[in-house]
């Protein structure tokens, strides 16, 4: 008999269960729930032999260069691709023994569900020196939802205190500073790369690992063959190359954050923090100002463990924004 799965954490972007709570709005949904760059990058032309043939050994190599280019790894790093990082996130509990993880939070809610699932004992822990003492230290940064971002001198002193260091920089590409891509290739360190987020291709399922080569090896092993799908490693080969499209939009996302400031402070809500892809935001009755958006069409984000956190995510264009400001009004 198959076991019951364990309750999944709840995320954003749900279209389906906002129309059952909310009905269907008179307006195409506004999505404002999730991370996502609403100014996706353009859609090539692809060959037909991408979606008829196999993936082939050169597709990949020439995906993991371009990965490895634009992240910026040494060349001693191992870099492998996925169907997304939420595999990775999967894959990586299953690959050491039973273990103390410490996972700095609140935070993306998969971290801990995987190594918890995956028979580790697993605490939530606020700073990186309350991580002392576990095995493997996860960290997101960017955090998710705050924006926090952890200085280089703490990252460092946790990966020589832990077993292992999992990184999740799923937003480092809004904020490209904060990275330790660099130092891909040390031994217990797993830097997470997400492709989806800000190339707003999160159907795509793409992500990458930066690590050392062994650990490379053992998670390109564990995802079998053809992890990657040809079309996915076409678009994400040419995306991941087009630095002119990548400044661009930094530039772009950067002037939206400020504009979404802008209409969030004029309706009295504090922005707590956040990154150019979202703003968390802090009102006194979070899921209610949700509910009353949702009643609208825009669905944004609130948080169970923090009554008075909403995440926000940015508007594509003015009359997303114009919707919004219309609904806090």
Same mark, same amino acid.
Not at 99 to 122: F, K
Not at 156 to 161: F, K, L, N, S, V
């Given at each position: ?21 909310? /009905? ?13 760059? &609403? ?17 082939? #050994? ?13 992240? /910026?790894?040494? &060349? ?21 023994? &039973? ?14 569900? $995987? ?68 130092? $891909?290739?040390?031994?217990? !360190? ?16 793409? /992500?990458?690992? !930066? ?9 390109? #092993? ?108």
């Amino acid at each position: 008999m198959i076991p019951p799965h364990p309750a999944l954490p709840r995320h954003g972007g749900d279209l389906a269960a906002a129309k059952r709570r909310y /009905g269907t709005p008179p307006r195409p949904w506004l999505d404002l729930s999730t991370g996502i760059n &609403p100014r996706s990058y353009p859609l090539p032309s692809l060959p037909a032999s991408c979606w008829t043939d196999l993936p082939d #050994a050169d597709a990949e190599a020439a995906l993991l260069a371009a990965a490895a280019a634009c992240y /910026g790894t040494p &060349p001693q790093a191992g870099v492998v691709a996925a169907a997304g990082t939420q595999a990775l996130i999967q894959w990586l509990p299953r690959l050491r023994p &039973p273990s103390r993880v410490a996972v700095l939070g609140p935070t993306y809610a998969e971290h801990a569900a $995987a190594w918890a699932a995956a028979g580790h004992q697993v605490a939530e822990v606020a700073t990186l020196d309350a991580a002392a003492g576990a095995d493997v230290v996860v960290v997101v940064n960017p955090n998710n939802p705050d924006g926090r971002i952890f200085p280089f001198a703490a990252l460092e002193g946790a990966a020589a205190r832990a077993r292992l260091l999992v990184v999740d920089e799923a937003f480092a590409d809004v904020a490209p500073e904060a990275s330790i891509a660099a130092w $891909a290739g040390r031994p217990g !360190l797993v830097i997470l790369r997400s492709f989806g987020k800000f190339f707003g291709l999160a159907g795509l399922r793409l /992500g990458f690992a !930066l690590t050392d080569r062994d650990t490379a090896g053992r998670l390109r #092993a564990a995802q079998g063959g053809w992890a990657v799908a040809g079309p996915a490693m076409a678009v994400g080969t040419g995306a991941l190359s087009d630095r002119a499209w990548i400044s661009d939009t930094r530039r772009w996302l950067k002037e939206r954050a400020e504009r979404l400031d802008v209409v969030l402070g004029a309706a009295g809500i504090e922005v707590l923090g956040g990154t150019t892809l979202f703003r968390l935001a802090r009102c006194s009755d979070a899921q209610r100002l949700a509910d009353h958006l949702g009643r609208q069409g825009i669905l944004t984000r609130a948080f169970a463990y923090e009554p008075e956190w909403l995440r926000v995510g940015l508007p594509g264009d003015d009359d997303g924004l114009e919707r919004l400001r219309l609904a806090l009004a």
